[in-house]
Each structure stands twice: as C-alpha cells, then as structure tokens.
C-alpha cells in the first residue's frame, strides 16, 4: 500500500476544514447539511486526538443543531456514535429511535450490533454483524466480528477477517488500514507473540506514521518486554500530545515496576484525579478504569466495587462481570465473587483476564481442581501472563 500522508497531515486538512465549516455553521445555523458537516468534522477531530474534553464540545454543538433543526438523520447518528463512544448505551439506542427509519439503516444496525455485544449478547451481536457483511461487505463491520471471533477463542478466523478487512480499505484510508494492524498486533499479544505483535505495529506506523495511538501499542509492547527506559519515554513523548489518564496510569505502573516510586506516585496521581473529575460530570467512560486503578494501583476494595457495580450496571458482559468478581474477592466476598465470575464463564469468551480471576476467585473459594484448570488455560493462551501489562479497553 503507498503512503498518503500521516496523522499530521490528516490532522492539518481537518483543521483547515473546521475552520471553513465553522463559518458557513455559524452563517446558516438553520442549514442541515452545513451545521451537520462542521459537527461531524469536529467529532472527527476530538477523536483523532484523543481528546474526550473536546468530544464535551461537540456533543453542546450537536444538541444545539438538534434543538433548531429537529431529528435530522444524520445528526442522531452522529449523537448515536458519540454516545456510544462514551459508554451510554440507553442514549445510544434512544438517538437512533429518535429519528424516524435510523435505526433500520445499515449504520444505525451495526451500532445496534455493537449495543448487543457491549450488553453480553453474544450470538445475538454475531448473527446481526453476519447479517451487515452479507449485505456490504465494509472493511469496519469485518473487523467487529473478527474482534467477536478472537473473544470466542477463535485467532485464525480472526485475523482471516481482520486481513479481509484490511483488503476492503483503499489507499485513502490508511488510517483504518494502520487501526486494523494495531488490532492484529493487540490479538498476537494477547497470546503471547511479541514479535509478530512488533511487526503489526511497524506496518501501522509505516502505514499512517506520526499517530500517538501507534506509539501508544508499541510503548505497551516495549513494557511487556521489560525495556521499561524505552517504554517509560515512548509513554511520556505520547503524554506529552495527548493528556489521556488511561496513558498516565499506564506510566505511573511502568515507573512503579522500575522502582521509581516518586514518578510513579506522580502520573498516577494525575490519572486518578482525571478519572474521577469525569466521574464527578456524570460521564461513565472511565468507571472500567476506575476499577482497575483501585485493583491494581492504590488497593481499595470497597471502591473497586462501587465502580465495578456502577459499570456493570450499564454494560452487563463478560468484561465488566470480571472485573466485579476480582473486586468482590477482593473485599472478601467470596460466595459472590464465584457467582459473577460463573457469569463472566458462561459467556463462552476464551480470554486470558477472565480465566485469570476464575483461578484466583476458586483458589480463594477453597475449589483448587477448578482454580489450577482455569490458570492452566490463562497460561496456555499467554506464558507471558505475568510481565507489565496495559488492557486496552
């Protein structure tokens, strides 16, 4: 595939369309089509950025075109995706009723699908996103079920339609073709293959070169590695571009692995702060790792599972079930952690956290045969289990 620019590149052409949209935006507040155009473009960008105060911004301008223009399609679409971003899914399913033939269009069925397996519907999510590809077979849909496919324990056939998808995408869109690869890389990873991860992450690069999300998989990669030097500047030269808490905690437990507890103390104080500002907004997106942090950074069960039962609450799948039981157990609630992680189980999902905790959770429960069964299987997906670990959410 040639190159065609870069994020740089990519990211000065949307700068120089928000400023041209803005304009004819504010010159016809009452025009569909402008006002959708320069919301959509704006989305684009907070999105590229990583920047999840931006999207706060989008969504005031989304919601004011709303109010003077009524349910026009394809701006509840765009509130649709936004929503969805953010981990609210009633909102989600609420903006694509809210316009009247959306939720029946190819686009609104696939956020659909998505809802179905965000909800722990599995088989639900599979049939819907079979159904999608026969009808258009779009690079976007092919990797949903590929990363469907890898939860059920199937890599060949996931990275069979990973590599389907890559072959959908044109030259234009190597920015899709680079996230394709980082997904590959992330599936490699999983079942403990750097190297091949490696080569995955340098054809994103090489393929859309300059993306902070690039050199945030291969900075994860070079911690799990053990070169934490290199991992530790990888992280702050991203931090230094985008100021994402997931990346500040992911640093502060590099920094803790190195032994250099001042600078580790430092960015996960930042992380934690953030975390909780968005919370304190009423924005759910950072319950997940909330959990993880009191789990894993600063021990605090109780808080654990506040967060982890908030989660669960919205999003009831195998992954938030995980992260509650590894809470439950935590505080000492043994009968009901075994509960929620024999929920997390009857998913079906071959995942190396999940049978990670089951192990755990039946070791604390006195059932060892079960406990060693289950750590058996975490370490025959990844023998690498135990090096510096990032979840990418």
Not at 79 to 104: C, I, M, P, V, Y
Request: glycine content about 6%; charged content about 25%.
């Amino acid at each position: 595939m040639s190159r065609m620019g870069g994020y740089q590149v990519e990211l000065a052409m949307i700068e120089k369309d928000l400023v041209e949209l803005r304009e004819k935006a504010l010159a016809n507040p009452e025009s569909a089509d402008a006002v959708t155009k320069y919301a959509y473009r704006f989305y684009q960008h907070a999105s590229l950025t990583g920047n999840l105060e931006a999207i706060g911004e989008v969504e005031k301008v989304i919601d004011g075109a709303l109010q003077t223009l009524g349910p026009a399609q394809d701006l509840c679409l765009l509130k649709a995706n936004l929503d969805f971003k953010l981990h609210r899914l009633a909102e989600t399913k609420g903006d694509l009723e809210s316009s009247q033939g959306l939720a029946e269009t190819h686009q609104g069925r696939t956020l659909l699908a998505d809802i179905a397996f965000q909800e722990g519907r599995y088989a639900e999510a599979k049939s819907q996103f079979e159904a999608l590809i026969e009808e258009e077979r779009t690079w976007d849909n092919l990797a949903r079920l590929a990363f469907l496919t890898a939860k059920m324990g199937d890599v060949q056939q996931a990275d069979e339609l990973y590599a389907e998808a890559e072959d959908e995408i044109t030259a234009k869109e190597m920015r899709s073709f680079a996230w394709v690869e980082l997904q590959r890389g992330v599936l490699d990873l999983t079942y403990g293959r750097s190297q091949e991860a490696d080569e995955h992450y340098q054809r994103a690069d090489r393929a859309y070169p300059g993306y902070w999300l690039v050199d945030e998989h291969m900075a994860a990669l070079l911690g799990q590695q053990h070169k934490f030097e290199d991992a530790a500047a990888l992280y702050e030269k991203v931090l230094r571009e985008v100021a994402k808490p997931e990346l500040q905690q992911a640093l502060g437990q590099l920094y803790a692995s190195m032994g250099k507890s001042q600078q580790a103390e430092l960015w996960q104080g930042k992380a934690l702060n953030a975390y909780l500002r968005s919370a304190e907004r009423g924005h759910v997106h950072y319950y997940h790792h909330l959990v993880d942090f009191y789990v894993e950074v600063r021990t605090d069960a109780n808080e654990a599972v506040k967060w982890a039962t908030k989660d669960l609450a919205l999003r009831k799948n195998f992954s938030t079930q995980t992260a509650l039981a590894e809470a439950l157990c935590l505080a000492g609630h043994i009968d009901e952690a075994v509960k929620t992680i024999d929920q997390a189980l009857s998913s079906g999902v071959k995942d190396t956290r999940l049978f990670q905790q089951a192990g755990r959770i039946y070791k604390a429960a006195g059932r060892r045969r079960e406990a060693e069964h289950y750590l058996h299987l975490a370490e025959a997906i990844n023998p690498h289990l135990h090096h510096f670990h990032v979840h990418h959410h």
